[in-house]
């Protein structure tokens, strides 16, 4: 038991240094529609590099606190040929969705795909 | 009601406290829609294997084999669970669970039971009933869990939670108070705790 501790406790402390060390600050960026999402700066630019020509969403969520239930959201987009790449953000409450330009978005549907998952969008704003 | 003291020594609980001080818990019985979950548990009343299917988010029928430890058999459930109650704010969600399960030996082995969670990112809190009645010996089951996350981890990271679970069952009478962590990264997910009544409380759970 102690042993079991003390290693738990030293990958704990590890993990959190990790943690701690890339807290990011956040922007609110503009979208097409003039209005503003509120999303981690550092998050967003790793995510959209390289996705110029991609519709990029930004999806808030209610409700989605813990990474093990919100895999089912990105495991269920990933079903999706047309989606190019998905990110959790889990400190903000959005998830990140770029897809090819080509791809019709139905927002509703994302919604509902959402909603079935066990989570709420409260909001979903557009980037293209 | 006799709560036991976990076997730790001093220097352990020193240990568990600064863990519990400066460092998060759970499992969700029904998973995403389509969704497939393989969990293994092990306790001081039985050892199970249990693998799930989620046709939503709302609903998870399974099949679970039990070793039991009380009676020396081995049976098949086959499971039913149905999530009641969700509560998604933006900060924290809330669920509660109904569980059922009939076993191969007969329409008079079953189980029934509820369980309950709240949680933000940094606190858990959880309860749980089950009632199980077989030809031979009917057990009830209660638990309390609480939680906190030392930090808290990105979409992806190692998560870890320090709980205390309170456990009480009919059969051997007694209550046990024990610490138990548990530690997930994408679907896969481990839980253990341990004291002197409860033996051993090990959860392993991956989900596809």
Same mark, same amino acid.
């Given at each position: 038991?102690?042993?079991?501790?003390?290693?738990?406790?030293?990958?704990?402390?590890?993990?959190?240094?990790?943690?701690?060390?890339?807290?990011?600050?956040?922007?609110?960026?503009?979208?097409?529609?003039?209005?503003?999402?509120?999303?981690?700066?550092?998050?967003?630019?790793?995510?959209?590099?390289?996705?110029?020509?991609?519709?990029?969403?930004?999806?808030?969520?209610?409700?989605?606190?813990?990474?093990?239930?919100?895999?089912?959201?990105?495991?269920?987009?990933?079903?999706?040929?047309?989606?190019?790449?998905?990110?959790?953000?889990?400190?903000?409450?959005?998830?990140?969705?770029?897809?090819?330009?080509?791809?019709?978005?139905?927002?509703?549907?994302?919604?509902?795909?959402?909603?079935?998952?066990?989570?709420?969008?409260?909001?979903?704003?557009?980037?293209? | 009601?006799?709560?036991?003291?976990?076997?730790?020594?001093?220097?352990?609980?020193?240990?568990?406290?600064?863990?519990?001080?400066?460092?998060?818990?759970? $499992?969700?019985?029904?998973?995403?829609?389509?969704?497939?979950?393989?969990?293994?548990?092990?306790?001081?009343?039985? *050892?199970?294997?249990?693998?799930?299917?989620?046709?939503? /988010?709302?609903? $998870?029928?399974?099949? @679970?084999?039990? /070793?039991?430890?009380? /009676?020396?058999?081995?049976?098949?459930?086959?499971?039913?669970?149905?999530?009641?109650?969700?509560?998604?704010?933006?900060? /924290?969600?809330?669920?509660?669970?109904?569980?059922?399960?009939?076993?191969?030996?007969?329409? *008079?082995?079953?189980?029934?039971?509820? @369980?309950?969670?709240?949680?933000?990112?940094?606190?858990?809190?959880?309860?749980?009933?089950?009632?199980?009645?077989?030809?031979?010996? *009917?057990? @009830? @089951?209660?638990?309390?869990? $609480?939680?906190? $996350?030392?930090?808290?981890?990105?979409?992806?990271?190692?998560?870890?939670?320090?709980?205390?679970?309170?456990?009480?069952?009919?059969?051997?009478?007694?209550?046990?108070?024990?610490?138990?962590?548990?530690?997930?990264?994408?679907?896969?997910?481990?839980?253990?705790?341990?004291?002197?009544?409860?033996?051993? *409380?090990?959860?392993?759970?991956?989900?596809?």
């Amino acid at each position: 038991m102690k042993l079991l501790f003390l290693v738990l406790i030293f990958i704990t402390s590890l993990n959190a240094l990790n943690v701690y060390a890339n807290e990011d600050t956040h922007v609110h960026l503009e979208m097409s529609d003039g209005s503003s999402a509120k999303v981690d700066q550092a998050r967003f630019d790793a995510f959209s590099e390289g996705l110029k020509q991609a519709k990029i969403l930004v999806v808030s969520v209610k409700g989605m606190v813990c990474d093990f239930c919100a895999r089912g959201i990105e495991k269920t987009f990933k079903r999706d040929p047309d989606l190019l790449k998905i990110d959790v953000d889990l400190n903000f409450g959005k998830v990140l969705m770029a897809y090819k330009p080509t791809a019709k978005i139905n927002e509703k549907s994302i919604a509902t795909t959402i909603r079935d998952n066990g989570q709420e969008v409260v909001k979903i704003d557009t980037l293209y | 009601m006799l709560y036991t003291i976990p076997p730790m020594g001093i220097l352990k609980y020193v240990v568990f406290l600064l863990f519990f001080i400066t460092v998060e818990s759970f $499992a969700r019985p029904v998973s995403y829609p389509g969704g497939y979950t393989f969990m293994s548990k092990s306790n001081s009343l039985r *050892d199970t294997v249990y693998l799930h299917y989620s046709p939503t /988010s709302r609903n $998870a029928v399974g099949v @679970e084999v039990v /070793s039991d430890k009380v /009676s020396n058999d081995e049976y098949v459930y086959l499971r039913y669970t149905r999530l009641l109650i969700r509560k998604n704010r933006q900060k /924290s969600q809330g669920n509660l669970y109904l569980n059922t399960g009939i076993s191969n030996d007969g329409l *008079d082995n079953y189980f029934y039971g509820i @369980e309950g969670d709240w949680e933000t990112r940094r606190i858990f809190t959880g309860f749980g009933y089950k009632r199980t009645e077989t030809n031979r010996i *009917d057990i @009830e @089951e209660k638990y309390l869990l $609480a939680g906190v $996350a030392p930090y808290i981890g990105d979409y992806g990271d190692l998560h870890t939670w320090l709980m205390i679970k309170v456990k009480e069952n009919s059969y051997t009478n007694t209550s046990s108070l024990y610490p138990l962590v548990k530690l997930f990264k994408g679907s896969a997910l481990i839980e253990f705790g341990y004291s002197d009544s409860a033996n051993w *409380d090990v959860h392993l759970m991956y989900r596809f």
